[in-house]
């Protein structure tokens, strides 16, 4: 399986941070490369799909760029709201999830 | 809206079955494969497997390949998860998801 490695585990940044969370397979995922947003309690959601695509409803501040191994999502002006946990899923062979960067403010 | 809900929480004793059902409305059902994936307590999430709502043929990850059924119940838009011979690992958070949508997940409890 595509191993799926998130870094940093642990993010503190402050409101009005630009942010960016990054996520590297084990080998190319061909841009099959979701994001989710976990907030404590409740499902994820999703936010950017195959790499750089806005899922509808969700904020602008948010994008996705990368290719092969290595992608990354950005968060151009944190907000309070943002305080969550983000996950990497990769589906381009069987589904695997990175281990998730947990964002706090600072 | 897309919506999928699922069944309540469970506390069962190892050993014991459950079914944990996932309620899907406002899109035609058939149209997306039902996935699941479970999350323990304070951890990340596993991909547990999917199925074909169309066929109703169940794909497994390695590690649910034993006592886990994917099942369906098409004219109900209802997909369903059994877990048998449960164990205290099974303790978890269980959730079914189409790639953009999520149920909002079912708790499980295994304790003696």
């Known amino acids: 399986d595509i191993q799926m490695t998130q870094s940093p585990s642990v993010l503190s940044a402050s409101v009005g941070d630009r942010v960016t969370l990054n996520c590297k397979a084990s080998?190319?995922?061909?841009?099959?490369l979701n994001w989710y947003q976990q907030k404590l309690g409740e499902a994820p959601k999703l936010l950017i799909y195959n790499t750089n695509n806005l899922q509808t409803g969700i904020p602008s501040r948010f994008s996705g760029s990368g290719s092969g191994t290595d992608y990354t999502l950005t968060i151009s002006s944190l907000q309070p709201e943002d305080v969550a946990t983000y996950f990497c899923f990769q589906h381009n062979s069987w589904p695997t999830f990175g281990a998730g960067t947990k964002l706090e403010l600072k | 809206q897309i919506q999928l809900v699922q069944s309540g929480p469970e506390l069962k004793k190892p050993g014991e079955s459950l079914k944990i059902s996932c309620k899907a409305s406002g899109y035609t059902f058939t149209d997306y494969a039902m996935q699941w994936v479970k999350q323990a307590p304070g951890k990340g999430l596993q991909y547990m497997g999917w199925?074909?709502?169309?066929?109703?043929?169940?794909t497994y990850a390695d590690d649910f390949k034993e006592r886990f059924v994917f099942s369906l119940e098409t004219s109900a838009s209802t997909a369903y998860l059994q877990i048998n011979n449960l164990k205290n690992e099974d303790t978890a958070t269980y959730f079914c998801a189409r790639a953009d949508a999520w149920g909002q997940g079912a708790s499980v409890t295994v304790s003696s």
């Open positions: 080998q190319n995922i061909n841009k099959y």
């Open positions: 199925i074909n709502t169309q066929t109703g043929k169940p």
